[in-house]
Nanobody, 127 residues
Framework: QVQLVESGGGLVQAGDSLRLSCAASGRTFSNYAMGWFRQAPGKEREFVAGINWSGLNTYYADSVEGRFTISRDNAAITVYLQMNSLKPEDTAVYYC????????????????????WGQGTQVTVSS
């Protein structure tokens, strides 16, 4: 059973940067796509970014395109989310998620395609 542990969240000001990390354990990490989602109070969980097993293909939500970058280090079994130019509307709990399909060419963009989730890390951006 794979386990995911997020870290790197915190309280920052608008315009600042943060890097989230998601450390995986328990199965062969490099075979699966990974994704980042977020959930703000009173809102549904939404897709933020995804990366396929090789790291060559990525997807981003329109709201973060050009500001956030997802990457992975398969040797370190970790996926990252570099968040630049943060805005107050980026405030949310951020979750890392793992796919269950081998070698998917493109990462899924819907939550139900990710069966494994981390516990989340809070990101708060003040104006």
């Amino acid at each position: 059973q794979v386990q995911l542990v997020e870290s790197g969240g915190g309280l920052v000001q608008a315009g600042d940067s943060l890097r989230l990390s998601c450390a995986a354990s328990g199965r062969t990490f490099s075979n699966y796509a990974m994704g980042w989602f977020r959930q703000a109070p009173g809102k549904e969980r939404e897709f933020v970014a995804g990366i396929n097993w090789s790291g060559l293909n990525t997807y981003y939500a329109d709201s973060v395109e050009g500001r956030f970058t997802i990457s992975r280090d398969n040797a370190a079994i970790t996926v990252y989310l570099q968040m630049n130019s943060l805005k107050p509307e980026d405030t949310a709990v951020y979750y890392c998620a793992a796919d269950a399909v081998y070698y998917r060419s493109f990462p899924p963009r819907v939550a139900h395609d990710y069966p494994v989730w981390g516990q989340g890390t809070q990101v708060t951006v003040s104006s």
